[in-house]
Every structure is written in structure tokens, then in C-alpha cells.
């Protein structure tokens, strides 16, 4: 079975400041990973996903985030924020070769001030 | 663009009615999915189906059952409702085959159960 941790539940940023959202997951078979976006009374959309290759992953919104194996992270950031990146945000994992059943973290909540 | 309609956004029930949720998706998936999303719970899988008439249990499946008749719809059933039950049930789908297939999600039926 796979886990996801995201140990904050809210991160506050200013605008323009950078941003790490962090993302720890447990498997003990290779697995793909995603984050998802959804913003206030939306569903999710996907921000990203690491299937092979470049452990450096660019999503949209000027997000990027990296795939480390030894630490079992993949960790989300942002140079600069805006305040429309107010959003929670999933980290998700699925083992390959499935049927894409993901596993969610429990979220962090992304809030952009001024 | 891939769109996934759910039948309600909001909807309010009383404890022991029999509660139907609709998802379509207009991309000629083979995969859906529904999960429930709670505060500090992240999403959690119900049940998914990988192909019409096909279904399998998620990891929270008590008290839920699912329909899936045509390919692009997939019904979420709730026998008896209940106040345990109240949360924001969100519908996925995705292609077959590779597990790095992205999921696309519905906005969303935010459920009361009174």
C-alpha cells in the first residue's frame, strides 16, 4: 500500500515571496506522482506529474516541483506567488502499472496575501 | 477539453433517504472514479470502474454502492443516508491502461445529510 504526507495543512506567503509545499510519500513498489490544485468550490485540476525521466518536473502556472527517490519526496515550489494561487493543493502517488487509483495526501491550503 | 458534470452542486438530504449522484464525462474514458473529500482527510477512493457494468471497492466503500450502465456515466447510490455521510463527494475519470494517465475531476456535489 501507498501513503502521502504533506505535513502542513496551511502555508501563509505574501505575494511575490517563493513557496515550498512538501510532499513525503511511502511505497514499496515504484509509483507515479501528481499534484492537483482545486480552488475555492472547484474540482481538481492537475498542476503536474513525474512518470520517468527528469527528476525536475514543470507543471503550469509557473509551478515546478522535484522527484527525489532516496528521499521519498516531491517536494512543490513556486518562485513567486500570486495571490490567485490562493488554493489548496494534493500531492497524490499510484503505483505504475495500475489502474491509476491514486492515493491523496490530505492537502496544504496556499494562502497568498498582500 | 475533457469535461466531467456532476448532476448537483449542492444538495441537502434527510437521514435515511436513498441518495443518487450523477457523473458524466463527454472524453469516452474507461475509467471513473468517485471519492469523498473531508477537512483534514485529503480525497478518499469509494469505488471506481475500469470499464462498463465493472466496479471495484475503493478504500471506503461501506454504506455506498455504484452504477455504471454506459460508459459515460457513473452513478454513485447511497441506500440509506446518513449524517456520516455529509461531505463534498467529487467524480473522476481518466484513459485506460497507463497509471500516469491524468484523473479529470467534476466541480463537485457538496452533500447535507440532516
Known amino acids: 500500500a501507498q501513503s502521502v504526507t504533506q505535513l502542513d495543512s496551511q502555508v501563509p506567503v505574501f505575494e511575490e515571496a517563493p513557496v515550498e509545499l512538501r510532499c513525503n510519500y511511502s511505497?514499496?513498489?515504484?509509483?507515479?506522482l501528481f499534484w492537483y490544485v482545486q480552488y475555492p468550490n472547484q474540482g481538481l485540476q492537475l498542476l503536474l506529474k513525474y512518470l520517468s525521466g527528469s527528476t525536475l518536473v514543470k507543471g503550469i502556472n509557473g509551478f515546478e516541483a522535484e522527484f527525489n527517490k532516496s528521499q521519498t519526496s516531491f517536494h512543490l515550489r513556486k518562485p513567486s506567488v500570486h495571490i490567485s494561487d490562493t488554493a489548496e493543493y494534493f500531492c497524490?502517488?499510484?503505483?505504475?502499472?495500475?489502474?491509476?487509483?491514486?492515493?491523496f495526501g490530505t492537502g496544504t491550503r496556499l494562502q497568498v496575501t498582500l | 477539453d475533457v469535461k466531467v458534470t456532476q448532476s448537483s452542486r449542492y444538495l441537502v438530504k434527510r437521514t435515511g433517504e436513498k441518495v443518487f449522484l450523477e457523473c458524466v464525462q463527454d472524453m469516452d474514458h474507461e475509467n471513473m472514479f468517485w471519492y469523498r473529500q473531508d477537512p483534514g482527510l485529503g480525497l478518499r477512493l469509494i469505488y471506481f470502474?475500469?470499464?462498463?457494468?465493472?466496479?471495484e471497492k475503493g478504500d471506503i466503500p461501506e454504506g455506498y454502492s455504484v452504477s455504471r450502465e454506459k460508459k459515460e456515466r457513473f452513478s454513485l447510490i447511497l441506500e440509506s443516508a446518513s449524517t456520516n455521510q455529509t461531505s463534498m463527494y467529487l467524480c473522476a475519470s481518466s484513459n485506460e491502461g497507463l497509471a500516469g494517465n491524468t484523473q479529470y475531476f467534476g466541480p463537485g456535489t457538496r452533500l447535507t445529510v440532516l
Open positions: 470502474s475500469y470499464d462498463v457494468k465493472m466496479k
Open positions: 511505497s514499496s513498489v515504484s509509483v507515479y
Open positions: 497524490a502517488v499510484t503505483p505504475t502499472g495500475t489502474a491509476s487509483k491514486l492515493t
